[in-house]
């Protein structure tokens, strides 16, 4: 049921930027509906990492922003280290679907 | 700090009613400020996240339509624990369950439980 699409992987080496989009429609990302990322270690329940206001818990290190454009958001992470290696989800709110949406997830490897 | 934990029959009959509950400490989900919703994401292996639904501390329920003719969230505030039942479940229900806090001034599940694998098998 996932209506915002995520690329299924992308990789960098350690201390590069890599970025994850997240591509909506005009019924969620792009009617204004904010954008948050969550990191799912393997194993592990997701964990809150950024809102649709770039606040991150505390804990969240500022290596990892956020930004959104028209229909698409994204997540850049940069100086990336191995503790990233994970799954990553985007999730707003889709208002035909009258629902709350996760992206198809995207697999973070550290080379 | 507010934790929540998962708890159920790990094992669920075709078209069997699933119930899991979920227990809350270290804050109340009676708090009506900020303003929290307390919801149910399930995640099948190898596959993406699913919001199945959420309440209020009013009591007030909101579903995922696609699920919403087979499941009932409710809240039991004097145990400060908030449950899911799904009825009619089938093998396509098989996922780890997750409860999890929506915080709505931050816009985000910003607490989750560590989930609970449910398997619909006869």
């Known amino acids: 049921q996932s209506v915002l699409t995520q690329p299924p992987s992308v990789s960098g080496a350690p201390g590069q930027r890599v970025t994850i989009s997240c591509t909506g429609s005009?019924?969620?990302?792009?009617?204004?509906?904010?954008v948050q990322w969550y990191q799912q270690l393997p194993g592990t329940a997701p964990k809150f990492l950024i809102n649709?206001?770039?606040n991150r818990p505390s804990g969240v290190p500022d290596r990892f922003s956020g930004s959104k454009s028209g229909t698409s958001a994204s997540l850049a992470i940069t100086g990336l280290q191995a503790e990233d290696e994970a799954a990553y989800y985007c999730q707003s709110y889709d208002t035909s679907l009258s629902a709350y949406v996760f992206g198809t997830g995207t697999k973070v490897t550290v080379l | 700090q507010v934790q929540l934990q998962e708890s159920g029959p790990g094992l669920v009959k075709p078209s069997q009613t699933l119930s899991l509950t979920c227990t809350v400490s270290g804050g109340s989900i009676s708090s009506d400020t900020p303003t929290y919703y307390w919801s149910w994401i399930r995640q099948p292996a190898g596959k993406g996240l699913e919001w199945i639904g959420r309440?209020?501390?009013?009591?007030?329920?909101k579903y995922n339509p696609s699920l919403k003719s087979r499941v009932t969230i409710s809240a039991d505030t004097s145990r400060n624990q908030f449950s899911l039942r799904m009825n009619s479940v089938t093998a396509a229900d098989t996922a780890v369950y997750y409860c999890?806090?929506?915080?709505?001034?931050?816009?985000?599940?910003?607490?989750w439980g560590q989930g609970t694998m449910v398997t619909v098998s006869s």
């Open positions: 649709g206001y770039n």
């Open positions: 309440i209020y501390t009013s009591g007030t329920t």
């Open positions: 999890a806090r929506y915080h709505y001034g931050g816009g985000a599940f910003d607490i």
């Open positions: 005009s019924s969620n990302i792009g009617a204004g509906h904010d």
